[in-house]
């Protein structure tokens, strides 16, 4: 039996007259990649905040760790890790200098070196954010959730944007985080991406979770409705002709 890490039961959030979340309940489980999948608007960012401590919830009950959010929102946030908008970084300072400064924050003696070692961004570690790719950029945020060495990390939409190399890179690094021990939860638009990343994955749909279970079992219990794909008549498609050309190396760092 898998060992339950964040628990939301009969979840809500109203904006005003207009409910954003409308009783979400499910678990996550320590260690696993957990996928938040559902339309723009569907209300996976709100959930997400609010499990975050940096939302305010209408109703229901929140725990992460044993943590009651209403009781110890103070213990939460010190074992997690929060993928911040890239906004909020200043821009006048280096990758080492904003690590410092996190560390600093967290009140955690680490080695910037490290950890930028760990993103693959050692040799940007003198440029400021702003001279960075799509993919470095998300990579760096991502380094500086592990900060505090979170037990569980949350990655809002982390690959969007990003080329197929970045997105794979990308898939890797989450991939490495988790084996380390720590829980990922992400919110992706690409299918494909959630299919070879998420452990689980709940599909939210107009603020209500309306399947929750493995990539796999998801889509066996589609194809056992009936269920056919329009055949596929050749061997590749485009993404693979893409990766075929230009490599599985990043570009442009
Ligand atoms: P998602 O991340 O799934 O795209 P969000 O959680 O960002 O969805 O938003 C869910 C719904 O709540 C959307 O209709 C959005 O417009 C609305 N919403 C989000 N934040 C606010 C806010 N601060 N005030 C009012 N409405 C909001
Ligand atoms: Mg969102």
Known sequence: ????????????????SFEAVKGI???VYEGEIFGLLGPNGAGKST???????????????????????????????????????????????NLVELIQLFAGLYNRNIDPMELLGRVNLRDKA???????????????????????EPKIIFLDEPTTGLDPQARRNLWDL??????????????????DEAEKLCDRVAIVDSGRIIALNTPDQLID?????????????????LEDVFIHMTGKELRGE
């Not at 060992?3 to 959030?13: A, C, N, P, R």
């Not at 401590?53 to 890790?81: C, E, M, Q, W, Y």
């Open 47 to 93: 959930t997400l905040e609010i499990i975050e401590t940096l939302r305010t919830k209408t109703s229901g009950t929140v725990t992460v760790n044993g943590f009651n959010l209403d009781h110890a929102p103070n213990d939460i946030k010190k074992i997690i890790g929060v993928q911040l908008q890239t906004s909020g970084y200043y821009p006048g300072l």
């Open 25 to 27: 309940s499910f678990d």
């Open 221 to 237: 219990d589609l194809v056992a409705t009936g269920f056919e794909r329009p055949k596929e008549v050749k061997m590749a498609n």
């Open 126 to 148: 003198k440029n400021k954010f702003k001279e960075l790719s799509g993919g470095q950029k998300q990579r760096f945020s991502i380094a500086t959730t592990l900060i505090n």
């Open 174 to 191: 989450i991939r490495e985080i988790r084996d380390k021990g720590t829980t990922i939860i992400i919110t992706t638009h690409y299918m």
């Open 1 to 16: 039996m898998q060992q339950v890490i964040i628990s939301v039961k009969e979840l809500t959030k109203q904006y005003g």
